[in-house]
């Protein structure tokens, strides 16, 4: 079972627009996470937002999260090629036990 | 070096046959992590170490053993591999205490295939 479901499931889009991709879960969280994952390759910790928290950045990357729609949203700013890569958003629920991630959104940035 | 290490990272093997998979970390974190992908699909959480003696099923443990040897290090086998055990494995390690975020640190994965 998947607590996080990501939408939409592939996105292309061209260098310097904007990429935003949505995470919506199904029960009340401690926080949620963004991870990326290069082909293959392991998969990297992006941002944090706890369950208290509306918005965060963190350079072209803003995350909101609302807590009463169970769904989180990532926008990339001003993509590049080299953000080219799957998305994950990952949800704990009733303490930090078990980080359950979504199937992911594929992002292609084209030059 | 790599924080977390995987061996080995690519193993073709035969249906019937025994696999270790091992992960060893130097981030000094308690809690260890096991997980399962299949293309194009997140990730299936398979079982999971708070310390050396503490060894928890996740999702998708049928199949599957663990053994934590050391606080560094965490082995996952597949007794008796079958096909659909094909996948990439990705070992995970992450702050125990009151002062985690429950960030996860993935090491590189190993490419398992079952024939």
């Known amino acids: 079972s998947q607590q996080g479901e990501e939408d939409p499931q592939a996105l292309s889009i061209q260098e310097g627009e904007n990429a935003t991709m949505n995470c919506s879960y199904k029960?009340?969280?401690?926080?949620l996470q963004w991870y990326r994952q290069n082909s293959g390759r392991g998969l990297v910790h992006l941002i944090l937002?706890?369950?208290?928290?509306r918005e965060k950045h963190s350079g072209r990357l803003r995350v909101t999260l609302d807590t009463s729609k169970k769904s989180s949203s990532l926008l990339i700013t001003a993509s590049r090629a080299a953000d080219t890569a799957s998305y994950f958003c990952?949800?704990?629920?009733?303490?930090?036990?078990?980080?359950?991630f979504g199937a992911g959104t594929r992002l292609a940035v084209h030059p | 070096d790599a924080d977390v290490t995987q061996t080995p990272r690519n193993r073709i093997t035969k249906t019937g046959k025994r696999i270790m998979l091992e992960c060893s970390q130097t981030?000094?974190?308690?809690?260890m992590y096991w997980y399962r992908q299949d293309p194009g699909l997140g990730l299936q959480l398979i079982y999971y170490?708070?310390?050396?003696?503490?060894?928890n099923k996740g999702e998708i443990s049928d199949g599957y053993s663990v053994s934590r040897q050391a606080q560094a290090k965490f082995s996952l086998s597949l007794e008796s591999a079958i096909p659909n055990q094909t996948a990439l494995y990705f070992c995970?390690?992450?702050?125990?205490?009151?002062?985690?975020?429950?960030?996860?640190?993935f090491g590189e994965g190993s490419r398992l295939t079952v024939l």
């Open positions: 995970a390690t992450s702050e125990g205490g009151t002062a985690r975020t429950g960030e996860l640190f």
């Open positions: 029960t009340s969280i401690n926080n």
């Open positions: 937002i706890r369950s208290n928290e």
């Open positions: 990952a949800t704990y629920s009733g303490g930090y036990n078990k980080l359950i």
């Open positions: 981030k000094g974190h308690d809690r």
């Open positions: 170490s708070f310390d050396v003696k503490d060894i």
